[in-house]
C-alpha cells in the first residue's frame, strides 16, 4: 500500500519567516495530493491540494510544488502569522471509488513565534 | 446546513465494553470514512464506505466494525473495547462522483474516547 512520510515533525520559525514541509510518497499512481491544518482540539481541514497534472498550486500566502518522477511534494506558506501556528498533515490518495482513501502523513507542528 | 457531525464528543469505557460512534453528513456525500487519531502517527483510516450498503477495511480495522444503511450515516462500533483503542476518531466524507471536488474529504469534529 501507500506510504507517506512526512518532515519535520516541527518546525519553529519567526513570523514574517517562510516555512516548508516536506512529504515523499511510495505508490506511484497516487494522482492527488491535499494538505491538511489542523489547529489545537479541532478537526482537520484542507487548505490545499493538488493534483498530479500540475506541478504547482499558489492560494494567496500557500503553495505546493509536485514532483512526480521524484515522488514528493512540498508545502510552502511564505510571511508566516502566529495565526498559521498548527499541525500540518500531508496526504496521497489514486483517485475515486476504492482508491480514494488517503494516507497521512505523521503531521508537521509549526510554530510561528512573535 | 451542519456538514459532517459526530455523537459523542466524549466517552469513556470500561475494557470489554462496547460501544457506537455515529457520524451523520448532510452533504448528499457518497463517500463516507473513518480515522482514528493517535500522537505521532497521523490520521490512520480504519474502515470507510463509497455508497450506501457498502464498506471496505481500512489501515487499521482490527476491534472495529461499521455499516452503512443510510446513505448519510455511518456508524463505528466497538463489540469489546481494550485499552488501545484510546484514540481520538474522525469521520470524514466526500463527493465521490463526477465534480468539481470529487477527492475533496470534509472532516468532523471528532470523538475522544477513553478505554480505562
Redesign the interface.
Known amino acids: ?1 501507500e506510504n507517506v512520510e ?1 518532515h519535520p ?1 516541527t518546525l519553529s520559525v519567526q513570523e514574517g519567516d517562510s516555512a516548508v514541509i516536506k512529504c515523499t510518497y511510495s505508490d506511484s499512481a497516487s494522482n ?1 495530493f ?1 494538505w ?1 491544518k489542523q489547529e489545537l482540539g ?5 487548505i490545499i ?1 493538488i493534483r498530479s497534472n500540475v506541478g504547482e498550486k499558489k492560494d494567496q500566502r500557500i503553495a505546493v510544488t509536485l514532483n512526480k518522477t521524484a515522488k514528493h511534494f512540498s508545502l510552502h506558506i511564505t510571511e508566516t502569522q502566529p495565526e498559521d501556528s498548527a499541525v500540518y ?1 500531508c496526504a496521497a ?1 489514486r ?4 482508491a ?8 508537521t507542528r509549526l510554530q510561528v513565534t512573535l | 446546513n451542519a456538514g459532517v457531525t459526530q455523537t459523542p464528543k466524549f466517552r469513556v469505557l470500561k475494557t470489554g465494553q462496547s460501544m457506537t460512534l455515529l457520524c451523520a453528513q448532510d452533504m448528499n456525500h457518497e463517500y463516507m470514512y473513518w480515522y482514528r487519531q493517535d500522537p505521532g502517527m497521523g490520521l490512520r483510516l480504519i474502515h470507510y464506505s463509497v455508497g450506501e450498503g457498502t464498506t471496505a477495511k481500512g489501515e487499521v480495522p482490527d476491534g472495529y466494525n461499521v455499516s452503512r444503511l443510510k446513505k448519510q450515516n455511518f456508524l463505528l462500533g466497538l463489540e469489546s473495547a481494550a485499552p488501545s483503542q484510546t484514540s481520538v476518531y474522525f469521520c470524514a466524507s466526500s463527493y465521490g462522483l463526477a465534480g468539481t471536488k470529487i477527492d475533496t474529504q470534509y472532516f468532523g469534529p471528532g470523538t475522544r474516547l477513553t478505554v480505562l
Open positions: 500500500g512526512q515533525s492527488y491535499p491538511y479541532k478537526r482537520p481541514q484542507l491540494d498533515f490518495s483517485g475515486t471509488g476504492t480514494s482513501k488517503l494516507t497521512f502523513g505523521t503531521g
